[in-house]
């Protein structure tokens, strides 16, 4: 926003001391035509109209005065021209108001900020209809100070900075107006993974802390009690190093470190591949895992790694939440430009209230709160597939089970 003033300051006094130059320069011109003029005239007293040449010369004079305007003019407009597709293409609303209030200019971002479209001739608070944002506009005229407020739009989760700076000139005011809801999001955002970090880091260190001091106090001279303590230690120490690796990855994706290498890859094939890497797994625990995909499904556009990654996340967490004798069954099927990929099981199912805020990151639904788990999982396999052009969500029945979908545009 300061930048942005700083520019509008900058460029109006570019303008300003433009516009002073060329009105010196023009002054002069007229200056000199009117003394031609005069000559012409005073010459014409006498002579006119047989002197020939004062005539042709007063007119050759008006004609360059002619030209000489003309190229003003078009210059004049040029500069406007710009300032004004500068003003169009701002991503921050500007508005200009007299000393009354009334606009008599606001560009298309105001227009959007105030959803309102025909603003011109109406007064800033018809406008605006924001009673802090108007109380700064009030203030500014009547300090004749910048004042500079913030609001949050109720019923549209908006939040906006206006910036009032008083217009010496015409005794009104300059109204910049700025968005900085995506701003207060991804502050919300870092907050909330801040915290969340810290929550998790806490249960681990806190374990390790009580398991190093109880062996320290005497266990270690219980050769069995003392292996018992350190297989807890290095559970806990592998769950950290999961969640510092899965940190990362995140990390890494969310910043666009890790580029996709896209080829043409077949979905049954890549379901296949993801249910061996995962078919021991599901044995011990007493489910059945199967494949159901056509071989003349579209290849898909995707770095199979990736997707792999995707689909054995998933497939870890419905073997996870499914009891012995359950099914996990990987789906794929065509759907207009995308293939429709998805991962079934007959387990405990997601409560109706987690099912949107699963793939934060660190959410866990109440039920798996105090097992492992770091709640990265499907937010790591969210990025993957939108890194893709897909879409992941998931539908569940509590006690039925669930089924994790998720979309990849087909190569053609
Ligand atoms: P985690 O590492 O804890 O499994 P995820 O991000 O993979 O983290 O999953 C987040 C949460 O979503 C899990 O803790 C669990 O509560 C829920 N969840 C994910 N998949 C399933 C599933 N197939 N059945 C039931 N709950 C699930």
């Not at 003394?35 to 007119?59: F, H």
């Not at 900020?113 to 018809?126: P, R």
Request: aromatic letters at 6%.
């Amino acid at each position: 926003m300061i930048w942005t003033l700083g520019l509008l300051s900058v460029l109006s006094l570019l303008l300003a001391a433009w516009l002073g130059w060329r009105f010196v320069r023009l002054r002069r011109r007229l200056d000199d035509y009117a003394r031609t003029v005069r000559r012409a005239a005073w010459k014409g007293n006498t002579l006119l109209p047989r002197d020939v040449p004062a005539l042709e010369e007063l007119s050759n004079a008006v004609r360059d005065l002619v030209a000489e305007l003309n190229d003003q003019f078009a210059e004049v407009d040029g500069e406007r021209g710009k300032l004004a597709a500068m003003l169009d293409q701002m991503t921050d609303g500007v508005l200009i108001a007299d000393a009354n209030g009334q606009i008599s200019f606001l560009n298309p971002a105001a227009e959007r900020l105030f959803e309102h479209y025909d603003a011109v001739g109406h007064t800033v608070a018809e406008v605006v209809r924001q009673h802090q944002l108007v109380e700064a506009w009030q203030r500014c005229q009547e300090s004749g100070e910048v004042q500079i407020e913030s609001v949050e739009l109720p019923g549209r989760h908006q939040f906006l900075q206006l910036f009032a700076i008083p217009e010496r000139h015409t005794s009104g005011s300059l109204l910049m107006v700025q968005d900085l809801t995506r701003v207060r999001q991804l502050e919300t955002v870092r907050r909330d993974f801040i915290s969340n970090i810290s929550h998790e880091l806490r249960t681990p260190l806190a374990s390790l802390k009580a398991l190093t001091e109880t062996l320290n106090e005497g266990a270690l001279d219980d050769p069995p009690a003392a292996r018992r303590f350190l297989q807890r230690i290095e559970t806990e120490v592998d769950a950290l190093t999961q969640m510092a690796a899965e940190l990362l990855e995140l990390s890494r994706i969310e910043s666009g470190h890790v580029p996709l290498k896209l080829k043409n890859v077949t979905p049954d094939r890549l379901l296949e591949s993801a249910a061996e890497r995962m078919r021991t797994q599901a044995e011990r625990a007493g489910l059945g895992l199967r494949v159901e995909a056509g071989a003349d499904l579209p290849p898909v556009r995707a770095d199979a790694a990736r997707l792999e990654q995707v689909l054995v996340n998933l497939i870890h967490n419905a073997v996870k939440f499914t009891r012995p004798g359950g099914e996990v069954i990987l789906q794929a099927g065509a759907e207009r430009a995308f293939v429709r990929f998805a991962v079934h099981d007959t387990g405990l199912g997601i409560p109706a209230e987690d099912l949107a805020r699963i793939f934060e990151r660190f959410y866990k639904t109440d039920r798996s709160r105090s097992g492992g788990g770091t709640g990265l999982g499907l937010s790591i396999a969210r990025h993957i597939v939108e890194a893709h052009g897909g879409r992941i969500w998931a539908e569940s029945v509590e006690s039925q089970g669930s089924t994790f979908f998720f979309t990849i545009p087909t190569a053609a």
